[in-house]
């Protein structure tokens, strides 16, 4: 059977996602599809993958890398380069249905060790060959691309081990290709736990996480990549660089807060160090609470933060549309509990909170009492632990939802953002008027990474889009989205990085002087530009 670009997008899945009843009910309700409707597939993407566009490396340098790595990992077929074209963007999504791979790496190229690392490094240096590093190709930033061909330098095949568990020191040393789930169970078996659970976790690896800047789903409790990892190693045009191990240190920069959001401009991450911490599953303690309205949420959210009693470690809140999509598609609408809540007042705009604290039994179980407290001097109204545990089963898996909505015409996107308390509400209000100014558009909100000073915004809307104009009804509309974020005090991004989908903004966000210094950082470690070229985070070729 031929490789088809469906096989692409589906992370090389060939079974289908089925939207379950809830979800069809909802399309039909705010889309007004019919049934024929639902049956027609657009842009199915099952075509065979082939690409109009040959390699341009030539048999010389082919015949270089094949002696550095070895003739089985080199690849120049065309499946295995439009894999390597494209990331999980709405956008590139939408390219591989299309049958359109404008930019496809020469070759993919699958490196053992260090050694070949830098010995590829400094062979495309010296012959200026494009190389564009790859972990699980989950990017939503367009952050795999290969604008100007050359190389995809994949670390998953080789490069996927635990090195080392330094359980005095309460670290784990890895190299970058590993994938989530290896990482975890190794470290699961020994009583120990990453920490780092991103919604695309079974298809990530650990140098994407700290090359993206990454934040898992218990991040209020555990930190953002940047705050777990203590050492890395990198291979850069200009050398290799291991940064030193310590807690923490004052000689200087942190030199390895450098690569960390590097996105693949500056070298490849080969090895990294990184915190762990004791598995204790049994003691973690979990709580649900329902609010009237979003800024009584907010507000006992924040008090909790900055309360000093602690911090949880998965805390999110839902903002009214996505509590009522989330109830009317589990079923939980029209049953008896909920005609209660309603009695009670929590009805229209009621959002939803969940909460889990991990660690110490004493410790956990005292925390959640301290935020129920919280939640309820704020109108909060406790509702036990079920539909936090009800999320934490399907925690990953609502990312494949995508697909068989676009087989429907729907287009579904993410766009996520950071934000000080004091402009929250207004944030998220500017951003929902803007994405509701769409006609038949669900916008669904939920904060999910929180702080002492602020938190993050995310947002995903679903909306039928003109067949045929995909493309630039999209083009526009995240302009739009990214445009009201940065003039209204939004970070461009809170985890997903900022690859070339949200290059353009950089300038603003940073000024001349800041991007000019991270330029000037590229120049010094890759001086002709090799590294992930085309724009990515704003860079200069
Ligand atoms: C459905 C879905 C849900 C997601 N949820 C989350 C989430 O909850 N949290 C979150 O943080 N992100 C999330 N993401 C975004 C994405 O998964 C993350 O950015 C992830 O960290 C990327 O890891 P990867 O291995 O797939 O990297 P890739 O996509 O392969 O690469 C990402 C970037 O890192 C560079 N890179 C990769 N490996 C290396 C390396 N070894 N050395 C140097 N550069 C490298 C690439 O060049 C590229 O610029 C989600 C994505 C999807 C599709």
């Known amino acids: 059977m031929k490789h088809t670009y469906r096989e692409i997008f589906k992370w090389g899945d060939r079974r289908e996602t ?3 009843k809830g979800i069809l009910n909802l399309i039909k309700d705010k889309f007004d599809y019919s049934d024929a409707e639902l049956s027609q597939k657009h842009l199915y993407g099952d075509k065979p993958v082939s690409l109009d566009k040959q390699g341009l490396l030539n048999t010389g340098a082919l015949e270089k890398l094949r002696n550095i790595v070895g003739n089985e990992n080199v690849y120049t077929d065309d499946f295995t380069r439009a894999s390597h074209s494209f990331g999980k963007s709405y956008t590139d999504l939408l390219q591989l249905r299309l049958g359109s791979v404008p930019a496809p790496p020469d070759a993919v190229i699958y490196p053992r060790n260090l050694i070949e690392i830098t010995e590829i490094l400094e062979f495309c240096n010296n012959h200026k060959i494009a190389i564009t590093p790859s972990g699980g190709k989950s990017t939503v930033t367009r952050g795999v691309e290969t604008p100007e061909g050359g190389i995809s330098l994949n670390l998953t095949w080789h490069l996927n081990k635990v090195l ?13 290709g590993i994938f989530g789930p290896a990482f975890e169970e190794h470290l699961n078996a020994k009583g120990y736990s990453c920490g780092h659970f991103p919604q ?6 650990v140098g994407g996480w700290v090359a993206a800047k990454g934040a898992g789903q218990a991040s209020t409790g555990f930190g953002k ?8 190693k990198i291979v850069t045009p200009t050398g290799v660089i291991t940064t030193p191990c310590y807690p923490a240190s004052a000689q200087g920069w942190d030199l390895h807060q450098i690569f960390i959001g590097s996105e ?10 990184m915190k762990i911490r004791k598995y204790r599953p049994d003691n973690t303690r979990y709580a649900s609470v329902i609010f009237k309205d979003f800024e009584s949420a907010v507000g006992a959210m924040r008090c909790s933060m900055q309360s000093g009693i602690g911090t949880p470690h998965i805390f999110r809140i839902s903002d009214p549309e996505e509590t009522e999509i989330s109830f009317k598609t589990k079923g939980f609408e029209g049953t008896i509990a ?25 410790y956990s179980k005292q925390l959640i009492n301290s935020i129920k407290r919280i939640c309820r001097k704020h109108g909060g109204f406790s509702l036990g632990a079920k539909p936090v545990l009800k999320w934490l089963e399907h925690r990953y898996s609502s990312a494949y939802l995508r697909d068989p909505l676009m087989d429907l015409g729907i287009m579904s996107d993410t766009l996520e953002t950071a934000v000080m308390w004091d402009n929250l509400i ?43 104009n995909e493309m630039n ?21 809170h985890h997903h990085g900022v690859g070339r989908a949200l290059a353009p903004w950089m300038e603003e966000q940073l000024g001349k002087t800041g991007l000019d210094l991270m330029q000037a950082v590229k120049n010094h470690l890759d001086p002709r530009g090799i590294m992930n070229p085309g724009g990515t985070l704003g860079l200069k070729p």
């Open 225 to 232: 990549i940047e705050n777990m990892v203590l050492s890395l």
């Open 264 to 273: 693949g401009t500056l070298g490849v991450i080969v090895e990294v160090t």
């Open 473 to 493: 009804e999209y083009i526009a509309y995240h302009k739009g989205l990214v445009d009201t974020i940065n003039s209204n005090g939004g970070s461009l991004s």
């Open 164 to 176: 080392e568990v330094n359980e005095e020191n309460s670290t784990a040393t890895v190299q970058a």
């Open 200 to 205: 695309s976790f079974e298809h990530s690896t």
């Open 18 to 20: 089925e939207l379950e």
């Open 338 to 362: 909920d005609k209660f809540l309603g009695a009670l007042g929590y009805n229209q705009g009621r959002c939803l909170m969940l909460i889990s604290a991990e660690g110490d039994k004493a």
């Open 426 to 468: 207004p944030l998220w209000k500017k951003v929902r008027n803007f994405l509701k100014e769409r006609p038949k558009t669900v916008v669904m909100v939920h904060i999910s990474h929180v702080y002492e000073n602020g938190a993050n915004l995310y947002f995903t809307f679903l909306s039928p889009v003109n067949k045929g």
